[in-house]
């Protein structure tokens, strides 16, 4: 497994970006699918966007499809996500996830192994 730590989540208003950043330690990241997870108030937790370990094949949520952007940087073991054009529907407790050697469909439909604390999105209308 790896240890997961996310940063970037603040209070914006509605149609503007945020970057979250999700860094990890351990080794072999580049072996790991990594993805976004969002926790909306009083909701269940909800897949947002994955990128696959071997390749750059990204996955969305239909909703963020052409708003979120989903990155890796294998040198630096860590996993971006480029929210843009946000709406307060986005607001939510975002989670990095990372799962060794799975696919986009297993990371969507519950992610793998490893969990980071989450950081909150809040977004103002």
């Known amino acids: 497994q790896v240890q997961l730590v996310e940063s970037g989540g603040r209070l914006v208003q509605a149609g503007g970006s945020l970057r979250l950043s999700c860094v990890a330690s351990?080794?072999?990241?580049?072996?790991?699918?990594m993805g976004w997870f969002r926790q909306p108030p009083g909701k269940e937790r909800e897949f947002v966007a994955a990128?696959?370990?071997?390749?750059?094949?990204?996955y969305y949520l239909d909703s963020v499809k052409g708003r979120f952007t989903i990155s890796r940087d294998d040198a630096k073991n860590t996993v971006y996500l480029q929210m843009n054009s946000l709406k307060p529907e986005d607001t939510a407790v975002y989670y990095c996830n990372a799962g060794h050697l799975i696919s986009l469909s297993t990371m969507s439909s519950g992610g793998g192994d490893s969990w980071g604390q989450g950081t909150q999105v809040t977004v103002s209308s």
């Open positions: 990128v696959h370990w071997s390749s750059p094949t990204t």
């Open positions: 351990g080794r072999n990241f580049d072996t790991y699918t």
